[in-house]
């Protein structure tokens, strides 16, 4: 179910204005989330083998090796590496946070097809085949406002 809300937020977040935090934030703030610690050992062993040698590259470190001997050269450089936040779901709101996340999707995609003419052209992960999409965004901002203060007084 995690998965899922940070789809639908990241999701969102493309379409509209490219805020990630903005709605982590709403959602933190509503106590529907919370932000769990999430270490550098964790972080590096889950990223792939490309990935790990682009942060090698870009920090003057030896670029090949497996895995392993990737990390190791990187935990020892004591190089920074910045960690994406990691949320999980309050268990006990899960459903009122989809409920509000569907909420969310169901909207946009109403503005969309309203008042974008080429939505049926238009694939919904935030790719258009204009650029026409762009005169709406404003009036997608002043919904998302909006639908921010009912979430805020709920």
């Known amino acids: 179910m995690l998965e899922d809300l940070l789809y639908f937020c990241e999701d969102s977040d493309a379409v509209i204005f490219n805020e990630y935090d903005k709605w982590y934030d709403i959602l933190k703030n509503t106590n529907f989330i919370r932000e769990i610690e999430y270490s550098k050992d964790k972080y590096l062993s889950d990223l792939l083998v490309k990935d790990l040698k682009e942060i090698c590259k870009k920090n003057g470190l030896k670029v090949s090796g497996n895995k392993k001997e ?51 052209y238009a694939i919904w992960d935030g790719v258009y085949d204009s650029s026409q999409c762009i005169y709406m965004t404003n009036i997608v901002k002043e919904k998302i406002k909006e639908l921010e203060k009912i979430i805020k007084c709920n």
């Open 70 to 120: 990737l990390i190791q050269r990187i935990k020892d450089s004591e190089i920074t590496i910045e960690i994406p936040k990691h949320y999980e779901i309050t268990k006990d709101i899960c459903d009122e946070v989809m409920k509000i996340c569907d909420f969310y999707i169901i909207t946009i995609e109403n503005l969309i097809k309203d008042f974008h003419p080429f939505y049926k």
